[in-house]
Structure formats: C-alpha cells, structure tokens
C-alpha cells in the first residue's frame, strides 16, 4: 500500500484535483490519499490557509466575516461545480465555516489553530465526495476517528506515540480509497491542533508509518529535488536519490520542497519517499532512502543556503581554563527560551549561531547585557549579517581533501569564511559567510562539484 500527498498548488482548482485524482487511481497500491488546503491558481492568487487565517483575524477583532467566508467558500464551490457536484452537496462546507466562530475554544492560539486546519479539512470532506461521484469508492477519514493525536503548541504540534497504535488498528478495505487531511491532529482534550506550517508532508508520513506502507509519494509542482536552489544555478541537475539523513541537512539549510520534520516518521518506519511531480507523474522524481546499504553516485549531493541567522562572537584569553564558561551562557539563553544552533569554538574564543526567527532586537540587547555582565568577554560582537551554507553528500566520506577543495574554490573568488565546521557523521560540512558573499558562495561550490 502506498500513502500519496498533494500539496495545495496541486489542488488549487478543478483541473488540478482531476489531475490528482488520476494519479491515485492510476495504482491500485494507490490507496491513502492526504490532502493540502487549495493553494494559489495564479502568481497573484490567496491561498486557502491564509484566507482562513484573516477569517479568524477578522472574528477576534470583530471585523464582518461575510466577504471572507464567501471567498472561502466559493473555492471550495468552484472545485465542486467543475466535477458537477450539485449546489445542496457543498452547503455541508458553507455550515462549516458558518460555525467555526460558534465553537469553544481554550485560547485565541487554539482558535487559529482550527480555523487554519479547515483548509485541510474541507478539502478532504470535498474530494472524498468528488471522488464517490465519479464512481471510485472513496472515504473521508477525520484525525478525530483516526485517533491522530498530538501534543505541544496549538500551532507547531507533535504527534503523539499512542497515535501510531491507532492508526495500526484502522481497517482499510482494498477496493475503497481513504481521504485524509494533512496539516492537524486532535490534542488529548478534543481540540484541533496543526504541525508547522507546510505540514500535510508531516501528515503523509505518520500515515505511512502508522499503516506499515511501503512507500510514501509526495507530490507537488516539480519533478523531485534539486542540488541546488534554482534562484542561484537556472537548471541545476535533479537528485535522483538520497538519504534520509542527506534530506535532513539541506532542509535545515533552506531546501523546502518536503518539510524536514516529515522525515521522522519515515525514518522511525523506515519508509521510503519518493518526492514526484503532479504535472509530470511519469517522472522518477526523488527517492529518500534509509542510510543502510545506500551507494551514492557522486561526492555531493546538494548544496543549500540560509541567510536568516545570526551569531554572537566572544573572546576571552584563558577560555580554555575556565570551567562552567558554556554552561553560564546556556543558563542566559535557557532564561530567555532562546535555542542556538550551532556554537563551534576555538582557544580563546566562541562564536553562537542563532536562528533569527527566535529573537527580537530587544532580546538581543538583554542576551549580550548578561553575558557581558556574568562573563566579562575581553570581546563580544553581535554580528547579524550571516549565512549558513550546508555542503552534504554520503560520498563525501570516502574522498578526503573536501574542505580544502571548497576552501580553495572559495578563496579564488575572494570568499573568506567566517566559520567552517565538518558534522561528525563525515558527510556535511558548514560553511558561515556573508550574507552578500552567499550566493557567489553557493555559485563556486556547485560549480566546482558539479
């Protein structure tokens, strides 16, 4: 049995949906179907989520709601009439969302949390339907009556163990198709909670985990995952296959064609995924695989780039000599709930890398007070203008001489790193630049490997 997912772009109207639709029962294996919100038709199109998270918006400031839930609804309309499905069958959908402000809900973070799920929701209800009428036998499966369970923050949840037992006891038949929406699960207490934004990738692989699938197909609007960001390099080569752990790396780093927490699952069932194209579904796309008995077909995979963080760099003589130096500055960010990401150190030094989107200016300014109080740095420099490059690629353990390569690459273009740093697992290396150094930066390194 195989899990298929389509993103919203690959849903975003009734030619779309039909598109998709042939793709699951073009395999009988083709079973579970998960399903994103419709995404945008058109360069300038809304898409679904973000209408539902300005129909929230506008309730919590007591804003009229009748214009929203009419653009909502006529999305989900337009999609119905396509296949035509007859006006009475979609009020169900208009109800919903009628409703959705008449609901009890423990905080605004919940509200927006199940005013979001609906676009998941709604286009699951709405396919199952489509898909009845059309003569495939076809059933909505709701994260309720799945037991998906979730825990953590309203809107950035984690799935619960129990859910995986859950979904081990459902009973599929094999002439019927399941209808899935991505994106939420329920919390121990009954209410909606989502996964990161992007997170009907997530909902794929608990599914395919949970039903002991044999492989898990993501599709969305390209043929399967670049080296590289084609932004930087127009037409760079595909990825025909790659680790699990390979994935991992170049996701952190910027790649964003299939959500990096999605992975887990996988890994925990060791399902393989394969990342398709709706337009083009005959194409081998990108196949994820576990890391045992995996042949790399060359030195590196892909190389990824971020330009959203920033470091605080510390000297200090005599660092080396003073216990407790990285446990007082862990005690600072641990006060202030502020992750780092990386901390490579030398002697008499110590650079912090923070992802941006955990910090405010004023944070910042309260961070370095502290640690130039409590420590007494001979230097502290807060240096917001960083990037992160990731070079990764399984093969990159059996050839020496890596680093010095893309060193001397760099260096002939006039690129000196700020930090470079090997992952213990041998195939990543990290590469901190400039902000305005991190496309030419990329540009070489692709360039010299590919």
Do not use: W
């Given at each position: 049995m195989k899990v298929v997912k389509f993103g919203g772009s690959s849903l975003a109207s009734g030619e779309s949906v039909s598109n998709a639709i042939n793709i699951l029962t073009s395999e009988k294996e083709r079973q579970v179907m998960v399903v994103s919100a419709p995404g945008k038709r058109f360069s300038k199109d809304i898409k679904v989520t973000d209408l539902l998270i300005q129909y929230a918006e506008d309730f919590l400031h007591q804003n009229p709601t009748n214009d929203i839930v009419s653009k909502i609804f006529n999305?989900?309309?337009?999609?119905g009439n396509y296949f035509g499905i007859e006006s009475a069958q979609l009020e169900i959908i208009h109800d919903i969302l009628l409703n959705l402000p008449k609901q009890n809900y423990p905080n605004n973070d919940y509200l927006l949390a199940a005013f979001k799920a609906h676009g998941e929701r709604l286009n699951a209800r709405l396919?199952?339907?489509?898909?009845?009428?059309?003569?495939?036998?076809?059933?909505?499966?709701?994260?309720?009556?799945?037991?998906?369970?979730?825990?953590?923050?309203?809107?950035?949840?984690?799935?619960?163990?129990?859910?995986?037992?859950?979904?081990?006891?459902?009973?599929?038949?094999?002439?019927?198709?399941?209808?899935?929406?991505?994106?939420?699960?329920?919390?121990?207490?009954?209410?909606?909670?989502?996964?990161?934004?992007?997170g009907s990738d997530i909902t794929g692989a608990i599914l395919a985990r949970g039903m002991?699938?044999?492989?898990?197909?993501?599709?969305?609007?390209?043929?399967?995952?670049?080296?590289?960001?084609?932004?930087?390099?127009?037409?760079?080569?595909?990825?025909?296959?790659?680790?699990?752990?390979?994935?991992?790396?170049?996701?952190?780093?910027?790649f964003s064609v299939f959500h990096d927490e999605a992975l887990i699952p996988a890994i925990q069932g060791d399902i393989p995924i394969n990342v398709k194209n709706t337009n083009a579904p005959a194409d081998p796309g990108t196949m994820i695989l576990p890391n045992r008995n995996f042949s790399a077909?060359?030195?590196?995979?892909?190389?990824?780039?971020?330009?959203?963080?920033?470091?605080?760099?510390?000297?200090?003589?005599?660092?080396?000599?003073?216990?407790?130096?990285?446990?007082?500055?862990?005690?600072?960010?641990?006060?202030?709930?502020?992750?780092?990401?990386?901390?490579?150190?030398?002697?008499?030094?110590?650079?912090?890398?923070?992802?941006?989107?955990f910090l405010t200016d004023q944070l910042i300014d309260l961070i370095c007070n502290e640690i130039q109080a409590l420590i007494n740095p001979d230097q502290l420099e807060w240096i917001d203008d960083y990037a992160i490059i990731m070079v990764v690629g399984e093969g990159m353990k059996k050839h020496s001489g890596i680093s010095a390569t893309i060193l001397s690459a760099l260096q002939a273009q006039n690129i000196t790193p700020q930090m470079i740093n090997q992952g213990a697992s041998q195939i990543s290396i990290m590469i901190g630049t400039k902000n305005e150094e991190v496309k030419l930066a990329v540009k070489t390194i692709y360039q010299e490997f590919f």
């Open positions: 999305r989900y309309q337009e999609i396919i199952a339907l489509i898909l009845n009428h059309m003569g495939i036998k076809s059933r909505y499966l709701d994260p309720i009556e799945a037991g998906l369970i979730v825990t953590g923050e309203p809107n950035d949840a984690l799935v619960n163990p129990e859910s995986y037992i859950n979904l081990d006891h459902l009973k599929i038949f094999d002439d019927e198709k399941i209808v899935f929406p991505g994106f939420f699960g329920i919390t121990p207490s009954g209410h909606i909670a989502t996964f990161s934004r992007g002991h699938c044999d492989l898990y197909e993501n599709f969305t609007d390209v043929s399967g995952i670049f080296s590289v960001n084609p932004a930087i390099i127009p037409s760079p080569k595909s990825i025909k296959k790659m680790t699990y752990r390979e994935m991992r790396e170049l996701s952190y780093a910027g077909d060359r030195i590196i995979t892909g190389v990824a780039s971020q330009k959203n963080f920033s470091a605080l760099y510390l000297h200090k003589y005599l660092l080396n000599k003073e216990a407790g130096f990285t446990l007082k500055i862990l005690q600072i960010l641990d006060k202030y709930h502020v992750p780092y990401e990386h901390m490579p150190s030398g002697i008499d030094d110590i650079t912090i890398i923070f992802n941006r989107k």
